[in-house]
């Protein structure tokens, strides 16, 4: 549900915005939260499949042509379980910051890139620091509720 | 084992979902039905996005609108400066034609005969009189700047009182507000104008010149600029020190 509501909130700032402003990708910081609490099981499975279904939706959306986020989704997912997988549990409370922040930027650059990438377009500095603008509040925002949260979990 | 177990199916779930990605990138550029999926789906979503839509709109017309107002207002501020200085030349004209006795606008000029020291910024004597034309009431300029007008005419000289006298109190306008009030002096040097209401935007350096609501003098003359303001009282009416254009130390010849 919470996927749901922050990619509906991604779609409303697009459309405020006039469709040409980069977005910060919610939705996929949504997912990247919800992964870094994920104890590795079967169940992070959703990610993929929801990470997929978000960006084919996306792409239908802005793009009208289905596969371009659908991608970047799904390639996002699949870096952040196989980067977090690669560190114990019990170390994942404790002095990964950068990491954290790394797989959460990697979120937001990754797929408004992807299309460029493909398609050929030009990925300069001013693309790279209007993301940027836009992006990183929210980038910090996520990582402060993330923080907070691991912070709470020691308490208990 | 139950870690490389998930690890596997991560792998496999991913990758079905890569090729399937790019499955649908390849054919669906060749498929006409993707074009309705696209529509469909736009409309669907019209619905949740129609709050945005009304506030981009919303949006946009207050950033238009400002826009236009700044564009507006200094418009208005040229045109008031512009119509500032047509007053001023029109007033030059017009006093031309009733103060002047001949066709030509030209000024005439008297020199100072006595300024005595006990009235000093009261009065002064010029020598020009009834034969020179010179009627009661008629404006005296110095450096084309008002300072003062005749009182008394005797057929070769006349007496004119000063704007720094005390009963020398005339309507003025500030140029840039068009706030209206009277000049009057205090008849020891200094020029006011008082009964502007306070928190009117009035400046230092805006111009000052004789209103068009005076009987005896032709609106538009120049007098000074506003210097400072002297007070701001509880009637809710500022005074402020006009500083004179015309230098009223050091002429000793005035021009009519």
Known sequence: MLLVILWLIQDFLTVFGGGGMQVPGLFMLGIVYKLLFDDGSDDSLWAIWAAFAGGILWDLRWVGIPGFFTLAHVIVVLIVLQVWGMI????????????????????????????????????????????????????????????????????? | MDNTRNNTRQWVHGLTALILGLFLLGISSSLGVVKNIVDLWGTLLSVPEYPAVVMREIYLDWRAWTRDKNSLNR?????????????????????????????????????????????????????????????????????????????????????????????????AVIEETRELGVVVGDGNGTVLMRYIPAGRGVKDGMKVSTAMIGEQLPPGLPIGKIASEVSSGSDGYATYRIDPGADLSRFYTVSY
């Open chain 2, 75 to 171: 418009e208005v501020k040229q045109l008031r400066e512009e119509n500032a200085q047509l007053r001023i030349e029109l007033a030059k004209l017009t006093s031309g034609k009733i103060y002047s006795d001949d066709k030509n606008s030209e000024s005439k000029t008297a020199r100072v005969t006595l300024r005595a020291p006990m009235s000093w910024w009261n009065e002064i004597r010029i020598d020009r009189g009834e034969v020179d034309k010179i009627t009661q009431g008629l404006p005296v300029f110095y450096n084309g700047y008002l300072i003062g007008r005749v009182s008394t005419v005797s057929s070769m000289s006349s007496w004119a009182e000063l704007i720094t006298s005390p009963s020398f109190m005339i309507p």
């Open chain 1, 88 to 156: 114990p549990p019990q170390a994942r409370d404790s002095g990964n910051t950068i990491i954290v922040f790394m797989l959460m930027e990697l979120s937001q650059l990754l797929p408004p890139m992807l299309p460029v990438l493909i398609l050929g377009g030009n990925i300069g500095w001013t693309f790279f620091l209007i993301q940027q603008a836009y992006s990183l509040p929210a980038i910090l925002f996520t990582m402060y509720i993330y923080l907070k949260r691991v912070k709470d979990s020691k308490k208990v």
